[in-house]
């Protein structure tokens, strides 16, 4: 998504597309799906088109309903300048569908109305938030099930998020309405993941309010639910009288296998709030840790004194998707991970990754082995080395 910007300018307009590249149907469904409304045209030959909220005069296209006659191609072009040159914040909108075959996903949220301000932008930013955390729950989830993720699977769902495009940013919604345009070949599994895990979400909550019991989120983590989802619809919901979602699928690829064409919006409300949080902290409760054997390079070395066990962590270059762990390790293994740090050389390691602390502490570490790595890496381990020089008295075991 858009990185916040202090001043609230909105963020770049999407490059206008190339007129041979534009789909005349998909153009229509997009100008639909985003309020404007056709009046009048040459049946079967081209279509006139207003923005929402204009009845009459101002901008209007003209847009082919295919490309079988002679002035297909002007007119496409003529109307792509004309979106480009629209103050209409729904061109923007339509652009960018047409520049990224994209999934667009809507959140509403039900508050106060805000007339800018401070105010404005903590209810804009908030949900924000909140629409980022649900984003990288169904990235998460997207790359295998579990109750809480924690650390892993981060890395790869945060450049997930860089590939996400924003709608018009700012004040002027009052932090009520935010739109998101996932591209469809990069985010496909993502958004098709949280579209499921949602109504799995909606579904628990609904049985948990009508029997009491939680069973029904255990059977949800396998539709993508997570307590990384349950909070980013927390977020959501506290301090509204309700909010929703909803998901309309890119015209030029369609709807996913096993999905509807127009799915149906999800709405949660603030008497949902105690199941979700209580939901969450039984993900957390309940996932076990892992055992892994993982290969890492050791960025930090520490301990009290010149004898004894020391504190290790490592950057992890394989064995778990996490970016760093945390091991607590006895005199001898914390010497050969002192000496290997010393020379560029990373180390392997066997052990339980611990959901405690969210996946970032390796327990019951044995095994510590220096690991030979080609040239390469050998030196660009030994050059971020020599960039934390602070680190070699923790190495050699200082105070």
């Known amino acids: 998504m858009d990185r916040y910007r202090p001043g609230g300018e909105p963020p770049p307009a999407p490059a206008t597309p190339h007129p041979d590249e534009v789909d005349p149907a998909v153009l229509g469904a997009l100008l639909t ?4 409304r056709r009046r009048g045209g040459a049946p079967g030959r081209y279509a006139r088109w ?34 480009a040159r629209s103050a209409a914040p729904s061109a923007r909108e339509v652009l960018t569908g047409l520049a990224v075959p994209s999934d ?8 106060p109305e805000s007339h800018g301000g401070t105010a404005a932008w903590t209810a804009q930013e908030r949900l924000r938030t909140a629409a980022r955390g649900m984003l990288l729950a169904g990235a998460l989830a997207a790359r295998g099930r579990a109750g809480y993720y924690g650390a892993r699977h981060r890395r790869a769902a945060e450049e997930f998020m860089e590939r996400v495009l924003t709608g018009p940013a700012g004040p002027a ?3 009520r309405a935010l739109t998101v345009f996932v591209p469809v070949e990069d985010g496909r599994a993502a958004t098709a993941t949280l579209l499921r895990a949602l109504h799995a979400l909606r579904d628990a909550v609904d049985y948990q309010r009508a029997t009491g019991g939680m069973e029904a989120f255990d059977a949800a983590v396998e539709a993508g639910v997570s307590r990384e ?23 030029a690829a369609g709807a996913p296998p096993g999905f509807p064409l127009r799915p149906e919006p999800v709405a949660f409300s603030p008497g949902d709030l105690p199941g979700l949080r209580e939901a969450g902290a039984r993900f957390v409760r309940d996932e ?42 006895e005199e001898d293994d914390y010497r050969v991970a002192g000496h290997a740090h010393l020379v560029g050389l990373p180390v392997r390691v066997s052990g339980r990754l611990e959901s405690r602390g969210g996946f970032r ?24 080395l020599q960039e934390h020089l602070d680190f070699f008295e923790e190495a050699c075991g200082g105070p």
């Open 173 to 175: 919604s009052g932090g």
């Open 288 to 329: 076990p840790s892992v055992a892994v054997r993982l290969t890492g390079a050791v960025v930090r070395l520490r301990r009290t004194g010149p004898g004894g066990p020391g504190t290790v962590r490592l950057r992890v270059l394989a064995g778990a998707d996490v970016a760093q762990v945390r091991i607590v390790l």
């Open 50 to 83: 207003t923005p929402p909220g204009q009845l009459a005069g101002g901008t209007s296209l003209l847009v082919p309903e295919t490309r079988d006659f002679p002035d297909s191609g002007d007119l496409l072009t003529e109307a792509l300048m004309a979106l």
């Open 33 to 36: 799906r985003h309020g404007w």
């Open 104 to 111: 667009e996903i809507r959140w509403w949220r039900e508050v």
């Open 229 to 251: 989802l349950t909070e980013a619809v927390v977020a959501l919901v506290q301090g509204t009288e309700g909010a929703r979602l909803a998901l309309e699928w890119s015209p």
């Open 361 to 384: 502490r390796l327990t019951g570490a044995t095994g510590v082995t220096p690991v030979q790595v080609d040239e390469a890496e050998r030196d660009r381990l030994l050059k971020s």
